[in-house]
């Protein structure tokens, strides 16, 4: 089975001037409703994480304001620009604990899939910004090795945008060997190769900066040439990814961005770090939701993510595969293997 954590109150975080919207989620509920689950999937019901639980992750000043800003009504948290609603901060926690039930599940033998907002991966242990309040991914990462039951997590991120504030959450700790596949140079404006962890986590942060253009190949070739040889490396006992689908074609016209991947591509992904978790730590895999702002795009994403997940065929792709050529990427991925010793 493949558990899918999702709740309606996450779109009770409605605040004006952001894209993140709660149209986000509606949309893509109502396509999981009208085409079905993928066989094997079932929904759960999240609970919100503790302030216990978020303060692992976090510092408590950037908690205690954001808990603040929302007490009375909302307002803006960063200028990035991140807002919120009077809601905000409660279902933040809902989401964190979302991410945190998607890793427990997975720890259990599970894959799981939490379709949560708001996303997490640019907020930094002192600071929320582009639309992430809580980084729900480390949260749950956090809860995993505190608890005992995991002791090395590979976290990878394929959103457009670099994870900046996962990166700063583990930079230094070698128990998250996280990678991020992402345009560059675009926001936040980190995730360069050269960026390869501090101290104890000196070689445990790996990023893949994409150029514009790149895209489904790009996106296979990195699993086969850099994800698997660290993952086989590395022996990690969970599989954590951060799923963002705006690196798909059709952003283009939505966020001025500038990836190529298809919905096939997508699932394909998916199915290869699903292969990796069933080699490398007894098929534990866990997704938690960040970006994706074309709604069919982002919806039949979700959607081929959980068959891949749950080792089911492709759903379809109603949006097709791009019709120009790929960017390559031999320079980039040339640059990141020998970087990691993987040359
Ligand atoms: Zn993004």
Redesign the pocket.
Known sequence: MTLLLYSPRFLDHDAPYMAETPDRLRHTWALLQQQGLPPGCRPGAPRPATRQQVARAHDGRMIDRLHAVCRGGGGVIDPAPTVVSAQSYDVALLAAGAAIQAVECALGGEPAFALLRPPGHHATPQRAMGFCLFNNAAVAARQALADGQAERILLIDF???HGNGTQDSFYADPAVLFVSLHQYPIYPGTGRAEETGAGAGTGYNVNIPLPAGAGDVAFQRTIDEVIAPLARRYRPDLILCSC?Y?AHWAENAVAGAGLQVSVAGYYRFAQGLRRLAQECCRGRIAGVL??GYHLDALAWGVLNTLAAFGDQPAIGDPLGAVLNGETDVDHVLARVKRLHGLA
């Open positions: 959103d457009l945008h963002g705006d960040e970006g």
